[in-house]
């Protein structure tokens, strides 16, 4: 098993997308994905980074990128490719005061109808036979995140599979599907009520 690891810090920016569009189809090269797999990666890349470039109240974001070639039990050479990218907002540390730390500064957001979260959550599912995504709090700043893979994930191992404990939490509370992120229909206007006659009225 080889593995890529990358930490890039970028600006909360509708430009940084074109960054992390790149270095994501660099290790989209790396893993020698085809045409299909290299763009659905590129692209749930670019709307988290887009996706919290509107809602974030953040300055900078850490996006963070694993990828594993693992090779396929009884297969000859044939390797799967694992994927882990998460984008973590980086806010303020907790300051210290004479009673202990303050608050934890993480922006109040999530979870939302976001159109970002949303796509990713439909490609994932549709794309990858064990993809999944999520967005959790974190306690170094929240973090969106998805994992591409056919792989089944008990052999998802290394530092994505630990990174895969905290991401989807305890019992999978930080994980999401793309039915708990489409929009909420209206509700349904009630009916208007018949007329009301009195005694003695034709109706």
Known sequence: MSEIAIAKPVPVAPESAREVRATVGRVSDELRLLDESRESLVLMASELVADAALRSEAEWLIVGIKAQLVQIDGGEWEFAPVVYIGIREVVP?????????????????????????????????????SGCCGWSPGTAGPTSWFLATDLDPQHVTGSIGSTMVVARGIRDECV????????????????????????????
């Open 93 to 129: 540390r907790p300051t210290w005061t004479p009673y202990g730390y303050g608050p934890q500064l993480a922006p109040p957001r999530r979870f939302d109808h976001g159109r970002g979260l949303g796509l990713v959550a439909e490609l994932v599912h549709h794309d990858w036979a």
């Open 176 to 203: 999401l599907t793309p039915e708990m992120l489409l929009p909420q229909p209206d509700e349904p206007a009630p009916a208007p009520a018949p007329p009301s006659t009195t005694a003695g009225e034709s109706p």
